[in-house]
């Protein structure tokens, strides 16, 4: 098999055989040596790309990602090898990785409280790794900016794309673990036994997230996507936010946020720029200001399914980047919800449903997401409109107020 070294294209096949006759249940350690010329060099490219075409063959998410720990496993010694030339301050990619070396002192410290916590459960000591696991939460920003700026922009330059809705299932993994710690350490006694398995959890997503980011992901995206596009990506997560590090200072004249809009003509002095509603006439500028004012986060998929608008301002609820526009709406949503979706989608494009809700607690508020279908004239469907707003002082409106009450 030594021949096939340097034939890319050969080398992808005998990996993709590999992992199928793994996947299949054939014996892992005759495997190994078999293919061991082969594993032992490969890529980040090819492990990215071997993913892809599992997923590309049918194979469900959850499927792969049960077998993604035991593939990469085989390839850890190759890919922990693999030299790239990492970019330094001002990149994007270089600010990720400063909250990863964060991330991996603070699961440090996290290992350092559950030693303690076994096998008394004493109250100092669960105290302790209940503070440092609230520490954590900070590290979802880090998701989100993979989520909502990396991954986007690594699907329009990589084709072997596909394994990145995987990761985002670990993701997942990580909030939900978050969630079941945080539960079981608000009981007086925890129990101890889920409290270990739930921990073990938590380390086994973080920091295998951790290498496969920073040997697979990155290293493709580095190559893959065009030098010019990564401060665009560096401005666009201003409006998520970095955890553990100071935020990155921008280049001058590249804001993240947009730009105040500049003087509006005096009315009737530009009618080519007003933009006629049938029940009023606007300007885009007037526009933009009434969508953000509207105390609602506003995305808007067009009958393509690619994301066109999200709104901005301060009612912004779910995180959006400009990376999504364009964006296939099955892209912006964890595996594990991409169903629901298109089932909402399809009902809506086959005329059986116009709407669904949904509500959802979240950080102790009470969110309200609502999708509508959005026709034209002769009711044909043009597209979705999700429309979420927080409704926690909603809820709680009691009796009736006729007169003007300022707070």
């Not at 077998?67 to 001002?90: C, D, M, Q, T, Y």
């Not at 076994?118 to 503070?131: E, G, I, R, S, V």
Request: include cysteine.
């Amino acid at each position: 098999m030594s021949e096939l070294i340097n034939q890319p294209e050969q080398r992808l096949k005998q990996l993709l055989d590999f992992c199928r006759r793994l996947i299949a249940g054939e014996n892992g350690n005759e495997l190994y040596q078999h293919y061991r010329p082969i594993t032992d060099r490969v890529t980040a490219t090819e492990a990215m790309e071997v993913l892809d075409l599992l997923l590309r063959e049918g194979m469900p998410v959850a499927a792969l990602k049960a077998w993604v720990p035991k593939i990469l496993n085989v390839f850890h010694r190759s890919l922990k090898a693999g030299e790239w030339e990492k970019p330094g301050e001002g990149h994007f990619l270089y600010y990720l990785m400063q909250e990863n070396r964060k991330a991996e002192a603070l699961m440090q410290k996290i290992k350092g409280w559950s030693r303690q916590v076994f096998p008394d459960l004493q109250a100092t000591h669960l105290k302790a790794l209940k503070n440092s696991l609230h520490e954590l939460r900070a590290y979802e920003s880090h998701y989100i900016k993979k989520e909502n700026i990396l991954f986007p922009y690594l699907e329009q330059a990589f084709p072997g794309h596909r394994c990145l809705s995987v990761m985002w299932s670990f993701h997942d993994d990580f909030r939900n673990s978050l969630k079941v710690l945080d539960e079981l350490l608000s009981r007086d006694k925890p129990d101890a036994r889920l409290l270990s398995r739930e921990l073990g959890r938590l380390f086994f997503v973080v920091l295998p997230l951790i290498f496969r980011e920073e040997q697979i992901v990155f290293p493709v995206a580095l190559r893959a996507i065009p030098e010019r596009l990564w401060q665009e990506m560096l401005n666009q997560s201003a409006e998520v936010g970095w955890c553990y590090i100071p935020e990155p200072e921008l280049r001058a004249g590249s804001a993240a946020r947009p730009t105040s809009a500049s003087s509006l003509p005096q009315a009737g002095r530009d009618p080519s720029s007003l933009i006629d509603l049938e029940t009023g006439v606007l300007l885009p500028e007037q526009i933009k200001w009434l969508l953000n004012t509207l105390p609602v986060d506003v995305t808007f998929i067009d009958e393509n399914d690619e994301v066109r608008y999200f709104s901005g301002g301060e009612h912004r609820i779910f995180h959006r980047a400009k990376a999504i526009i364009g964006r296939k709406v099955q892209n912006c949503h964890p595996p594990e919800s991409v169903h629901m979706v298109e089932e909402i989608v399809n009902a809506f494009k086959n005329g059986s449903r116009d709407h669904a809700d949904f509500w959802i607690s979240m950080k102790e508020r009470f969110i309200h997401i609502r999708y509508f279908a959005v026709r034209d004239e002769e009711k044909q469907y043009k597209g979705t409109l999700e429309v979420s707003q927080d409704v926690t002082e909603i809820r709680a409106l009691e009796g009736q107020r006729r007169l003007l009450e300022w707070k």
